[in-house]
């Protein structure tokens, strides 16, 4: 079992920056597979990024490549979503998630299972 609990959402200017983290319980962190997904009102929920156990292999969005990195330090059970030149469409609830298949990039919302539970991300225009 994997509980995954988010933090550093908020309101931000449109062109600023935000750094998401997200904590693991659990010993076998390091084995999982990690995702951000994000859910704006209205709108179905969505990968944003994602980043294989080994840290090797990472996949972002078309919309937000180039503006958005995801890292992750398995010695303290975290991964990370650094947001930069943040516009208002980014504006969304945002999701850590974990899959036990690590190996590879998980793209598809299903094949995770574990999530946290959620948090706000604002971007003002």
Same mark, same amino acid.
């Given at each position: 079992? =994997?509980?995954?609990? @988010?933090?550093?959402?908020?309101? =931000? ?26 859910? /704006?009102?209205?709108? @179905?929920?969505?990968?944003?990024? /994602? ?7 990472? *996949? +972002?969005? +078309? ?6 990195? #995801? ?23 945002? +999701?850590? /998630? ?6 590879? #990039? =998980?793209?598809?919302?299903?094949? +995770? @299972? *574990?999530?946290?539970?959620? #948090?706000? =991300?604002?971007?003002?225009?």
């Amino acid at each position: 079992q =994997v509980q995954l609990v @988010e933090s550093g959402g908020g309101l =931000v200017q449109a062109g600023g920056s935000l750094r998401l983290s997200c904590a693991a319980s659990g010993r076998t962190f390091s084995s999982y597979g990690m995702g951000w997904f994000r859910q /704006a009102p209205g709108k @179905e929920r969505e990968l944003v990024a /994602a980043i294989s156990s080994s840290d090797s292999n990472t *996949y +972002y969005a +078309y919309s937000v490549k180039g503006r958005f990195t #995801i890292s992750r330090d398995n010695a303290k059970n975290k991964v990370y979503l650094q947001m930069n030149s943040l516009k208002p469409e980014d504006t969304a609830d945002y +999701y850590c /998630a974990a899959t036990t298949e690590g190996s590879t #990039i =998980v793209t598809m919302e299903g094949d +995770y @299972e *574990y999530w946290g539970q959620g #948090i706000q =991300v604002t971007v003002s225009s």
